[in-house]
């Protein structure tokens, strides 16, 4: 798995420098500015502006490599829990994420289909006196068979919603990293649009004290 992680982020290197070469010699406005949206900083080092450039390159280096770490993390963390739900409460591998979710808020399958009983009982028995509306509302929300679970221990239960919990960590600064590169790709269009010779940017008057700030971009 590190292996492969390290695969990615070889050939992810490459590609972002074959790109770089590649703008250094395309100078049309178009060539940069697609350059920046696949490399950001690449517009910025071709039209000379090599510092920004270098910024958003380390930028966009620092969290393209986050990005796929946390991708490897968050598949190996996934892969614990549900292992360790398959152990220590009887969960079969790959169940749909909404049952993980089940497990992580109640300590035993009996214990959520009580809660979801007394709530269909009110609703559908005691307010409505439905009794096939229960019986359908309990046959699709509650475990039975192979579905149930029951944790051997309360402590087994807190280290699985340890478990979850540091999976939506990474997922969130697997987002964070995503973010990040998006918002050098929009930092680096618009930078170099801006220098670029055929983009003009300008304030003119509106109405009678206002200022109006325009961007032209001639094709």
């Known amino acids: 798995m590190h292996s492969s992680l390290s695969n990615r982020i070889k050939i992810y290197c490459l590609l ?8 250094l010699y395309g100078q049309s406005r178009f060539t940069l500015i697609g350059m920046s949206a696949i ?17 958003l390159l ?43 979710q089940a497990i992580q808020e109640y300590i035993s399958s009996e214990e959520y289909n009580d809660f979801q009983e007394m709530m269909a009982r009110n609703y559908y028995l005691i307010y409505y006196n439905d009794i096939q509306a229960y019986t359908e509302y309990m046959e699709a ?12 221990s309360a402590m087994h239960w ?3 919603k340890d478990m979850r919990k540091t999976h939506q960590k990474i997922k969130m600064n697997h987002n964070l990293a995503l973010g990040i590169m998006l918002l050098n790709r929009a930092i680096s269009i618009i930078d170099t649009a801006v220098m670029s010779n055929n983009t003009q940017l300008y304030a003119s008057p509106n109405g009678l ?7 032209e971009m001639r094709f």
């Open 16 to 23: 972002l420098l074959i790109i770089l070469c590649g703008s």
């Open 39 to 55: 490399l950001p900083g690449s517009g910025e080092i071709a039209l000379g502006n090599t510092n920004k450039g270098i910024i």
């Open 58 to 100: 380390s930028s966009e280096l620092v969290a393209t490599y986050s990005f796929f770490k946390t991708d490897h993390d968050m598949s190996l963390q996934k892969k614990a829990y549900k292992n360790y739900a398959l152990h220590y409460a009887g969960v079969p591998l790959d169940m749909p994420q909404g049952h993980y």
């Open 141 to 152: 929300n509650t475990y039975t068979g192979e579905e149930s679970w029951e944790w051997q």
């Open 158 to 160: 807190e280290t699985y």
């Open 209 to 215: 004290d206002g200022v109006m700030l325009n961007y």
